[in-house]
């Protein structure tokens, strides 16, 4: 008789970790691999456990303590000022790194940590180059025949020019437009990691292709 398969989700001990700022991160990464066929569940391999922070501003403490991890991820936001973020980055990996790019690279970076035989990789979303976040990766996944998407976008905007209560943040706009489209799907209000898993979202664009190679590069197969 075949051996039964093991199946568990990755845990906090594993020697892969992947940093992100916010649950909406830690659930559309995990949902987007799955629909590419990442298995999270095998526990014959070994998988990177997903931590969110609880907000960027928690990123730098928690980096210092990722000691000895065989590889260690980082995905936050660019947002208004990518080149700002980029020198926060430097900064929180003085310590972890001998030496941090000046720019990131556009396929995601991937260092050598001080720690023998560890890597350190960064991910800035959505696309290591551009201004935005979480939602600017996901827009690329709104499939492009979608009826209610421009629709969405337009009454958004209507909505904010009317009834809008003060300035509104950098990715405000984006974000209240994604967040209008899927409150009109058929189970509506969903996540983006519930809307990928739905497959409301798709799965393929050249930036989520980069991602997944990324990613792949940074944490490869390994039995556990």
Known sequence: ?????????????????????????????????????????????????????GGRENMPAVIAVQKARRALGIVLDADEHPAQRWRDVKAWLADVVNAVPDDPHPDGLILDSREPGCKVGVWLMPDNRSQGALEDFVQDLVPPDDVCWDYAKQQSQAAKERYARGPQSFGYDLK?????????????????????????????????????????????????
């Open 176 to 224: 209240s437009q994604l967040h209008t489209w899927l409150a009109w799907q058929d189970e509506p209000g969903m996540s983006f990691g519930q809307a990928l898993n739905k497959k409301l979202l798709g799965c393929e664009s050249p930036t989520t292709a980069r991602f997944c190679q990324w990613f792949d590069a940074l944490f490869p197969s390994m039995a556990a």
């Open 1 to 53: 008789m075949a051996e039964k398969r093991k199946v568990s989700p990755p845990t906090a001990q594993s020697p892969y970790r992947l940093l992100v700022e916010g649950s909406a991160d830690q659930h559309a990464i995990i949902h987007l691999l799955r629909r590419k066929g990442y298995d999270w569940d095998n526990a014959c391999q070994v998988r990177p456990f997903v931590n969110s922070v």
